[in-house]
């Protein structure tokens, strides 16, 4: 894609025409063909465009999942406006920095989520559209280099920070998840993922431009109606986190209404090598993909795994998407084979920057290329791993330690479901790994620990085991380190 109107919405609106008559998206409240969704979409971005939002204007998306929120995102990119999403679950302080951050024109709400809303602006609410006429308008269509977005993205400590994505980055991702993943006309995607994460928005997107159904349920919370969803849509594709999916097939329903279910797609946070033996046995026709990405780079490798591959292999994240580079910078030497350094990407996914944030640039490295922060290695094969964070790094007497290492091995000790490996400060090594498990049933700690010895250098294995009942994470399965800490004390 160069240069002219944008790619993107060159994919979508044609997808709009071939597929008019098709059902395009459906939630609890209504469903669209695609006929009616393209009227829709130019209903309200004819409404944006006399309230006033114009090209650049950065406008915030405070709605749950719902065919709304895929309305307003497509009516605001075709007009050349900047899309905010915003948690509408998000806390009043998180609300407040990214309002500060970007200073939106407008937000806009739905009548579930506007009395949530904090945001002292313009607000717009997007209730449901009728199909009724209205005046013409026209607008430039925006080019491959427009903003088309801007993400917030945090850690476990760090404030919100704003991911900018144009028109070409978007349209990038999409086309890495279709040059290994078959989306059809036939797909039937069922997508409990917040929109506000890419994750989720680009699972959307890629139906849409498929010519696909997708259906939306607001949160992996609401077990019953996701489970009567896969019965009574006949549900095929399913992206889900780890946790999520372990939540599910613990309920003893997952396998009696999923028999239209054929592929899986897993991301945010590892999946464990058990628990893609559970998928194996259980749902033994269903493809399973997983794939690495962060929101500044999104689906940059995929990797199908299968029943035959090996533990090691099952822990892979797979090969470089189609618009995707990938080089490790260890500490010392070069990229070399089995060689542990932070994992670098460049291609047409990648951001363009950090909103408001000139310290942060694009490309950061060495050669142009972005700096993840995620250590890796490649193996003989070609095949990528991902070991740990810069950031979470165990220094125990000047020793690098993978705390995602151990918790990866814990994991696989009979009755550890999750497990996660700190450092707690210590007077004489500086810091020691602490491991804090969540049991399946109850174990021996000192077994436990006995197992750990076996299998790791002595500095990295834990001087402590403390079981919690949960490993806290986000809405996109991602550990919030800092709220672990406070559960398990770190100093």
């Keep these: 894609m160069t ?32 006929a009616e969704f393209n009227r829709i979409v130019a209903l309200f971005a004819g409404q944006l465009l006399r309230q006033g939002i114009r090209v650049e204007s950065r406008v915030g998306l405070f709605l749950e999942n719902s065919v709304r929120y895929l309305v307003a995102y497509v009516a605001l990119i075709r007009i050349g406006a900047v899309v905010v999403p915003v948690d509408f679950q998000a806390t ?69 920070k704003g991911v900018m994505l144009t028109h070409r980055n978007v349209a990038a991702s999409l086309e890495n998840i279709l040059s290994v ?39 992996f919370g609401r077990v019953g109606s996701i489970l009567k969803l896969f019965q009574t849509e006949q549900i095929g594709s399913f992206p889900c986190t780890p946790t999520s999916l372990r939540l599910l097939i613990d309920t003893n329903r997952f396998d009696r209404v999923t028999g239209s279910l054929n ?45 035959e591959m090996t533990d090691l292999e099952l822990t892979s994240v797979g090969y470089p998407s189609r618009h995707t580079h990938i080089a490790f910078l260890p500490e010392e030497g070069i990229d070399a084979v089995g060689d542990e350094g932070e994992l670098l ?44 964070r810069l950031k979470d790094q165990i220094n125990v007497g000047g020793q690098k330690v993978s705390g995602a290492e151990i918790g990866r091995l814990a994991e696989s000790f009979p009755g550890v479901r999750e497990a996660a490996a700190l450092g707690r400060a210590d007077s004489i090594l500086g810091e020691v790994p602490i491991l804090a498990i969540v049991q399946e049933r109850e174990i021996d700690r000192q077994q436990l620990i006995d197992f750990l010895v076996a299998r790791l250098e002595s500095y990295k294995v834990p001087r402590d085991v403390v079981v919690v009942d949960r490993l806290p994470r986000s809405e996109t399965g991602k550990l919030l380190r800092r709220e672990l800490e406070g559960l398990i004390g770190k100093g």
């Design 181 to 219: 993943i078959p989306y059809r006309q036939t797909t039937r995607e069922l997508i409990a993922l917040p929109l506000t994460h890419s994750f989720g928005l680009n699972q959307a997107l890629v139906n849409l431009v498929s010519g696909g159904t997708v259906v939306f349920v607001n949160g």
């Design 92 to 160: 009043e302080r998180v609300q407040g920095e990214i309002f500060a951050d970007c200073d939106p024109a407008a937000l806009i709400v739905s009548p579930l989520t506007q009395r949530r809303c904090t945001f002292p602006g313009p607000q717009i609410c997007l209730d449901r559209i009728q199909t009724t006429n209205e005046p013409e308008w026209s607008t430039p269509w925006p080019g491959d280099e427009a903003l088309a977005s801007i993400l917030y993205t945090t850690g476990s400590t760090d404030r919100a």
């Design 263 to 307: 592929r899986l797609i897993v991301n945010s946070s590892p999946l464990p090598v058990e628990l893609s033996r559970v998928i194996f046995s259980k749902f033994p026709a269903v493809q399973l993909f997983v794939y690495y990405g962060l929101t500044e780079a999104s689906r940059a490798t995929f990797h199908q795994l299968k029943a």
């Design 345 to 388: 990407i460049s291609g047409e996914a990648v951001c363009s920057g950090y909103w408001n944030d000139s310290t942060r640039a694009k490309r950061d490295a060495p050669g142009g290329w972005f700096r993840t922060g995620d250590l890796g290695h490649r193996d003989s094969a070609g095949r990528l791993f991902i070991t740990g």
């Design 3 to 34: 240069g002219g109107r944008s790619g993107l919405l060159t994919a979508l609106f044609s997808s709009f025409d071939r597929h008019g008559a098709g059902r395009a998206l459906l939630d609890s409240d209504q469903q669209l063909s695609y």
